[in-house]
């Protein structure tokens, strides 16, 4: 495992962080300062005294050369480690760099500043080389780790910042799983935060998922498709909101280290799809949704829509109960959602369509491999002049649905764009830590249209 490297000004905790969390780890531990200290024979404030700021930051130098040698060390660096392109250089070349970022109060209550050289001029001294330097923290880290509660909180975090470097492991569960786009969708993202990550395509059948449960918990996470999105549930020690009212998961993180290894669930289709609505410029807020079908997507969108959006939404489906069930569990579990069900008919689309911003498809008609297609597609005539389809279909890119929308004019976009935005909401409870949506949603497409990534 490559070093982790504590950067961040004096008092942001880089010591009495890393050493806590090396320990917990079992991970060698280096203080930067101390190491100097012990080869030198000399105390910092003396060597300052003594020789001077450029004899201390040359031996920085070379102690910043001599740590970046060592292997899967947390080593937490001197305040002024960034002045030196060659420190940040070397230690950057075998380390994974995090910035402790402190505010710069709770700094100025714990520090001493009688042992600093640097603060002879007092306090304000302090704040005035934080903000010099406050730029060089930013450009150096890899990542960027908050201290701003508890130091447990902090330790937490750094334990499972290193869990993702230390093991960046990923695979996606289903049955079949040969036609899975996700490792091509997410590789681009994460060898950007990981280096070399691992993303397999695991072929587990129905009632499998007991058999594989070490292996998967030593993972740093996975997806599920068919058949798993409910089975994973009783494994589980945690579940998001989200995914727990719509009793379904797509993403699952596995946290603590050695054998207590936990995983935690998650659903990202709902905001992939609002992303991706988004991102295609078509508003949502304060419209009317109509949903044609009543499966894992169609609920997704329904109970991400009914939490955390205000749309008024219209459920049809062929099987009337199916849709009529989905609307007294949403009324149940999230009291006053506008939402109604309807049976999925030719008059029923016809009457509806009339007061619908948004058509969604969520049925498998249209979908390569499935022998099924409209009967007649002449209700989305129907919508209003303004509306905009959406097929959650993306294989075919086109399918018939989407073209009669956009020969009638309307706004219309296939499934792509909410499957890439899916990934980036897993990709981010991956990584913990948020990414440029807008960055990656533009590199995964490049690569999907390119072809490239595929395994
Ligand atoms: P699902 O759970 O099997 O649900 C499918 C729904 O479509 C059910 O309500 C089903 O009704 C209905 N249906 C099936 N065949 C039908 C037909 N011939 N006529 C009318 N209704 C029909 O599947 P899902 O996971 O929700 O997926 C639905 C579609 O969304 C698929 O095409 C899938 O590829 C796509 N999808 C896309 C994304 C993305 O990221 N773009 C994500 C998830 C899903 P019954 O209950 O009566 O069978």
Redo the contacts with the bound molecule.
Sequence with gaps: MKNIVLIGPMGCGKSSIGVKTARRLSLEFIDMDRYIEQKSGMTIPRMFAEKGENFFRDMETRAATELAQKEGAVIATGGGVVLREENMGALGETGRVIFIERPLGDILNDVDIKDRPLLKGGAGKLSEIYSQRYGLYRGYADRVLYNGGTEQAAVNKLAEIIDIYGNPRFAVLGDPIEHSKSPEIHLPVLSDFLGEPRYEKMHVGVGGIPRYLDELKNLRGFNLT?PHKRDIIPYLSGMSREAELGGSVNTVVCRGGGGGRELFGYTT?GE??FS?LQSSGIPFEGKRLLI?????????IVFRACLFHDIKIGVL???SS??EALESEILYKIPNTDIFADI?SPEALESHAVETDILV???????TG?D?EWDSLDFIRALPRDGAVCD????PAETEFLKVARGLGYKAI??????IH?ALVADELYLDMEIDRQFYFEKVSRVLNSGEGKN
Excluded: K
């Excluded at 044609?292 to 997704?300: E, I, M, Q, V, Y």
């Excluded at 498809?361 to 979908?367: D, I, K, R, V, W």
């Design positions: 068919m289709d992939g799809f991706a044609l079908g009543s499966g894992g997507a169609a609920r997704a489906s062929r099987n199916a849709a999925l498809n969520a049925t498998p008609q249209g979908m499935v099924s959650l279909i993306y294989s296939n499934g792509l764009p909410m499957l899916q």
